[in-house]
């Protein structure tokens, strides 16, 4: 049994209200979760997120600055610079959604486990 199937049977996936970026580790490092309806976030990977079929939820962090726009900033820096180039390119001319910005970091080389990475604030 994996993580995600352990997570759904305790919790049930109906009870996740909301997924989206969060804090983990006591704001030391940044990842992927879902809440649930009586308060709890769970850190997730990749791969579990994107199965998930709640709304997305992207809170602000600091003044305009969403959590999704630090997630995003932190992945692309585990990316080489040829491939931040193309990311750039790619996102000027496509306007994507956070979602569809993550699946094109993830398909280029990063991984994003329940653990979250590091980030500067």
């Known amino acids: ?20 970026p969060i804090f983990i580790n006591n704001g030391k490092k940044i990842g992927l979760g879902a809440g649930t309806s ?20 992207i809170g602000t962090y600091y003044g305009n600055r969403t959590l999704g726009d630090t997630l995003i900033e932190a992945l692309l820096m585990k990316l080489q610079f040829n491939k931040r180039v193309d990311f750039n390119m ?7 959604t956070f979602e569809e910005k993550l699946d094109w ?15 500067n604030r």
């Not at 709890?40 to 994107?50: E, G, P, S």
């Not at 398909?107 to 653990?115: A, D, E, I, Q, Y």
């Open 38 to 57: 009586d308060g709890h976030v769970n850190a997730l990977t990749y791969i579990q997120w994107k199965k998930l079929n709640v709304p997305e939820k």
């Open 90 to 96: 790619w996102s000027k001319t496509k306007n994507p």
């Open 1 to 20: 049994m994996n993580l995600q199937e352990k997570i759904d049977r305790y919790l049930g996936e109906s009870t996740y209200e909301w997924k989206g």
């Open 105 to 119: 970091i993830i398909k280029n080389g990063v991984k994003l486990t329940s653990k979250g990475i590091d980030y």
